[in-house]
């Protein structure tokens, strides 16, 4: 049962433009959401984190917006430049308990073309 | 600043044989640590984590094996390898000096077994 859902394997962006990654989840005790970036051969890098009392989180060029009633959130490039181009990683936990284990999605390739 | 590091970066193993993983974090105390696996075109599945020296929990049943001896050290063992334990182990920790809800990855060991 996945309970954190990335429907699109890859995405193809021209550079310069908006890349919008999707990510849905089913768990209602999820309240907080991360995205991580990933290279080929190494581990995956913190961009973003939004807490489910939030609906927006900005930093830079990164955006994650979440829809709590749609059990969904998004991550906005803009403007998307070619150093983009890697894998993404949804992820979410529920912060009750003392493990803040992180459940993940299977990932997005993006790529950012010249 | 806190740094996690991992090795070796990479390992070719016959089935059958033995497994040590070690991973240690600096600049921090009491960390959450995590073990990772990312199978060929798959997300990131949880294997174990811990929230203190000896406290051990398992995620999935496998062969495989953790162990914490020290604070700041998380170890990854097996007695015998399967072909299926081939793949991308990953450890991450959390906790002071960041955030309980953001996990801070290694650069990974990549282990094939033959």
């Known amino acids: 049962d996945q309970q954190v859902k990335q429907n699109s394997p890859s995405l193809s962006v021209q550079e310069g433009r908006i890349s919008i990654l999707n990510c849905d989840y089913t768990n209602s005790m999820f309240d907080y959401f991360l995205w991580y970036k990933k290279y080929p051969a190494e581990g995956p890098t913190f961009l973003i984190s939004i807490s489910s009392i939030k609906d927006k989180n900005e930093d830079g060029r990164f955006t994650v917006f979440l829809n709590k009633s749609a059990k969904h959130l998004s991550l906005h490039i803009v403007p998307s430049q070619p150093g983009d181009s890697a894998v993404y990683f949804c992820?979410?936990?529920?912060?009750?308990?003392?493990?803040?284990?992180?459940?993940f999605g299977k990932g997005t390739l993006l790529t950012v073309n010249p | 600043s806190q740094t996690i590091h991992q090795w070796p970066a990479t390992l070719v193993q016959p089935v059958g044989s033995p497994l040590s993983l070690e991973c240690t974090v600096e600049g921090t105390s009491n960390p959450n640590l995590y073990w990772y696996r990312q199978a060929a075109g798959r997300g990131l599945q949880l294997l174990f984590y811990s929230v203190g020296i000896g406290q051990i929990s398992s995620e999935v049943p496998q062969n495989l094996s953790a162990s914490r001896p020290q604070d700041r050290q998380f170890i990854l063992s097996s007695k015998k390898l399967l072909l299926s334990d081939s793949g991308f182990y990953l450890c991450?920790?959390?906790?002071?000096?960041?955030?309980?809800?953001?996990?801070?990855f290694g650069p990974g060991t990549r282990l094939t077994v033959l």
């Open positions: 992820a979410a936990s529920g912060s009750g308990g003392s493990n803040y284990k992180l459940t």
């Open positions: 991450a920790w959390s906790g002071a000096g960041g955030s309980y809800n953001e996990q801070f």
